[in-house]
């Protein structure tokens, strides 16, 4: 069965470091997305991506994130700049449509020191 | 205020019971999913309804739409199906989703 893969599973940096997530789609979707879950609380939307551009993103994507599909398959998160804050689950998640279901990948936990 | 609000916030049952987990939202939506976490943190989709009732195996989910609520049973009930069950939701208009808080639900032998 399909799935969205996301690499690493954990990373460690430290603040102020630039980091980039891995994430593949499923490979007939075409719409893409990175979330976030801060330890205990509630899953949240960062950005939507579709046609190479940025289709929708909330007020915790600012100028510090960035996305990226730099080739047929990868999708990218970076982080410029990390802050403590930053520290949380990253999930990545793809679709059809935009009307589809979404699937998510296995996460990737970042930790900032 | 919450745009989805999950109740129970925690739920612990004994093998074998029938567990129901209850969502309500207060926006306008195209779709409502229901998702699984699993304590290593990966999110697994279960369901994604805009009306009426859907079944898997010994999960059922249903929504009303006019009374904006859903719910999430689960019959004969397992302890594999610990984990905690999330409610997410997808504004009209808009691509993202926006999630409850999830529901913590233990099940023992």
């Known amino acids: 069965e399909p799935e969205v893969t996301q690499t690493p599973s954990h990373q460690v940096t430290q603040m102020g470091q630039e980091v980039i997530l891995r994430c593949v789609p499923i490979s007939n979707h075409l719409y893409f997305y990175w979330y976030r879950q801060i330890l205990g609380q509630k899953v949240e939307f960062l950005v939507s991506?579709?046609?190479?551009?940025?289709?929708?993103k909330s007020e915790i994507f600012d100028d510090q994130f960035s996305v990226e599909r730099p080739d047929g398959s990868n999708f990218t998160l970076k982080i410029r700049s990390t802050k403590l804050e930053d520290s949380a689950m990253y999930f990545c998640?793809?679709?059809?449509?935009?009307?589809?279901?979404?699937?998510f990948g296995q996460g990737t936990r970042l930790t900032v020191v | 205020k919450n745009e989805v609000e999950q109740s129970p916030q925690n739920l612990t049952a004994q093998e074998g019971e029938f567990i129901t987990i209850n969502c309500s939202y207060s926006?306008?939506?195209?779709?409502l999913h229901w998702l699984q976490q699993h304590p290593g943190g990966g999110i697994v989709s279960l369901f994604m309804?805009?009306?009426g009732k859907k079944k898997h195996g010994r999960l059922i989910a249903t929504i009303n739409i006019q009374e904006k609520h859903s719910s999430l049973h689960i019959t004969a009930s397992h302890p594999r199906d610990s984990a905690v069950y999330i409610c997410?939701?997808?504004?009209?208009?808009?691509?993202?989703?926006?999630f409850g808080q999830g529901t913590r639900l233990t099940i023992n032998p």
């Open positions: 926006v306008g939506i195209s779709a």
């Open positions: 997410a939701v997808r504004i009209q208009g808009a691509q993202k989703l926006v």
């Open positions: 998640a793809s679709s059809e449509r935009g009307i589809t279901e979404a699937f």
């Open positions: 309804l805009s009306s």
């Open positions: 991506f579709y046609n190479n551009e940025i289709s929708e």
